[in-house]
Each structure stands twice: as C-alpha cells, then as structure tokens.
C-alpha cells in the first residue's frame, strides 16, 4: 500500500456514511443506537506476528493479555461500560497446545479482571504467522460518550499516566532479540509496561461523567499522532509544553544510559494506553482522577499541534508518531 494508513481510512470513510444516529468510521469505537435508550460500542483491532509483537521474546500469557488490553482500550477511549469480546485466530499449524492455553490463560484474566467475557470468535489455520483480531463490545448511556470532536478552545490537555515508557519497554525487546542485550532491572520495567498495559477503562467512564470533559481517546501511536486526531474532529489547535509531559524514572535513566531523547520517545513512542482527554480549565482544578496537564487547545486550527519547550535537537515538524504505513 503506498496511500498513508489515515488517507485510506479517510476513503473508506468516504464510501461508506453511517446511518443516522451512529457514529461510524473515524473514532475510537464506532457508537450504535439502541432502543432501549442506551448505545452499544464496537471496536476491532488485529495484531499481526512480526509486526505487533516477535512470537521469539512476548510470551503467550503476556500476547493473551495484550491483545485484549488494546481492545479494551478503545472502549475506555469512549468512556464505556464493558460487555463482551470476540477473538478471531489465525494459527500456524506447529503451534504447540501448551502456547494456546497459555494465551487463552493471559486472554481469560484480563478478561476478567475488566469484566469483558468472551462471547464468541473463529479459528482459522494460518501459513506461518500468528494473527488475532479481537472485536470488543461496550455500552453507555445515550449521549454520555466522549469523541475526539469535542476539543474547545481554552480547554486543558491532560493525560492520565507517564508517556513513553511502552515505546522504550519496545526498544529494550528490540536490542534483546536483534543484539542479544539483556535489559537490567530498568529495562525490565519499561518492557513490562510494553507487553502488560492496563487500559483505563475505570478512569475512562468516569471522565466521561464529569462534567466539563469535552473529547478523548487512548494513546496508541503516541500523542504527536494521536492529539492530531483530537485537533482534526475538534477543528482546533494546541500547544503542549515538553516540560510538563509527564516521564517514569525509568524513562529517563534509559534514555540516559543509550543517549536517546527522552522526550521524542515521550511524543512518538505509542502503546502507553493511557488516556488523552481535553476539559475545561477550571473544572480540571476539581478533578480527582489522576491525571497531568500537558498543554491546552487553542482556537488557530492552523497553528496545528506546536511544542512548547522543544530542546534544540528536536524539530518540531519531525514529530508525527508511528505510523502503521
Ligand atoms: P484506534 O487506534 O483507536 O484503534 P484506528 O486509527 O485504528 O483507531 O482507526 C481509526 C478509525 O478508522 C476507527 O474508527 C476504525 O474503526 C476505522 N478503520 C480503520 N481501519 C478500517 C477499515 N479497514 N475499514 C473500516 N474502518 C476502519
Ligand atoms: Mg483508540
């Protein structure tokens, strides 16, 4: 594919309008009246062997656990209840027994954990990768979701927890299995925040009954990516302060030890799974759901996403977050 990942949504997007009272293609989850007065959340993701995660180092409880974290994710985004997932599987045929019941064992405890049982799937035989698709289902009650539309000028930007560390846990793997260097205690830290995410889906809900929360989404590609996002729904711009993005200890000394821009992983590094979230400013002072204020939306939607704070090294117009394609 040489289009862009978002440039082919956006085309797909163009095919197909979602029918009246729905919300489709283009946020976290898409959003499904029901009669009852409630409104159903759907949401799929697939994690691809080699591309998502290296079979060689993740080990199966943690795939398990992670690839319904990720889903679980995107129903927090919205601020939803959980209610159930589907797990489709492609599997190579060598794939030992005791590696599937490990990943079901990581599968079922997240699961229950979040209270999202397992409702149904396939199982399918596959060439030599791996590749899960899980599909995840919430609710809410009408009207009580947050999009990342609702951005407003004057808002404060938060997030709820560090940024980065997932990113540096991925550079860690990456130099255990293409170097053979083993990550020390520090390293270690950081790699299990990679392979273990706990999404927010408590904090998530609750945002989503405060008042004065106007948009949010989960942290998926890093907030250079995703806060875009957020400013393209909103029509609005922002500018984060660097020196407020909130950073682990273990981030630092890591980035210490390799000589790497602690605060370019912080940006772009993805997978954190946290929550960004806009709200009003005097409201923020009043909330007691952790969280830390990185920046705030302006009303130039032309000014874009600008960095306040930015070390020299960096350039602003680098930092795009990863990109799938
Ligand atoms: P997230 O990172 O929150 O999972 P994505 O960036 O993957 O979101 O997707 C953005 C939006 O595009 C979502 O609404 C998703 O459902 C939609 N989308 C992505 N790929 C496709 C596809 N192949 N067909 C239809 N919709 C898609
Ligand atoms: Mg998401």
């Known amino acids: 594919m040489n289009q862009g990942e978002f440039e082919f949504i956006d085309k797909i997007k163009s095919l197909f309008q979602a029918p009246q009272g729905y919300v489709g293609i283009g946020d976290d989850c898409a959003i499904i009246p029901n009669e009852s007065g409630s409104e159903t959340l759907v949401s799929t993701d697939m994690l691809v062997e080699g591309s998502h995660f290296l079979r060689e180092d993740i080990t199966p409880y943690q795939l398990g656990w992670k690839s319904a974290a990720v889903n679980f994710s995107d129903i927090a985004a919205m601020g939803g209840s959980p209610v159930g997932s589907f797990l489709a ?9 005791a590696w599937l019941d490990e990943f079901m064992r990581g599968y079922k ?4 954990r979040y209270g999202f049982p397992l409702l149904g799937g396939d199982t399918t035989a596959s060439k030599d990768r791996i590749c899960i698709c899980v599909t995840v289902l919430g609710r809410c009650e009408v009207g009580s979701t947050l999009l990342r539309g609702g951005a407003r000028p004057g808002d404060v930007i938060c997030v709820t927890g560090n940024l980065g560390d997932s990113g540096l846990g991925l550079d860690a793997v990456l130099k255990r299995v293409s170097e053979g260097v083993e990550p020390d205690e520090n390293a270690m830290a950081l790699v299990e925040r990679h392979y273990f995410p706990y999404p927010r889906v408590n904090e998530g809900r609750m945002l989503a009954h405060t008042e004065g929360v106007h948009a949010m989404m989960d942290i ?7 806060l875009r ?3 393209e729904a909103s029509q609005v711009g922002a500018i984060v302060d660097v020196w ?3 950073i682990s200890q273990e981030a630092r000394r890591y980035c210490g030890n390799y000589g790497m821009s602690v605060y370019e992983k912080a940006l772009c590094g993805g997978e954190d799974y946290e ?9 923020e002072k009043c909330l007691e ?13 032309d000014s874009g996403l600008f960095f306040a704070n930015l070390p020299d ?3 602003q117009e680098s930092f795009i977050g990863f990109r799938h394609f």
């Open 89 to 97: 599987l492609a599997l190579p045929k060598d794939l030992p027994d």
């Open 109 to 112: 405890d997240i699961s229950e």
């Open 220 to 226: 998926s590609d890093g907030i250079a990516s995703d």
């Open 229 to 231: 996002h957020i400013l």
């Open 244 to 246: 407020q993005l909130p």
């Open 275 to 283: 929550l960004l979230f806009t709200m009003d400013a005097e409201a």
């Open 289 to 301: 759901i952790p969280h830390y204020v990185i920046g705030k939306i302006v009303e130039d939607k």
């Open 313 to 315: 090294e960096l350039d």
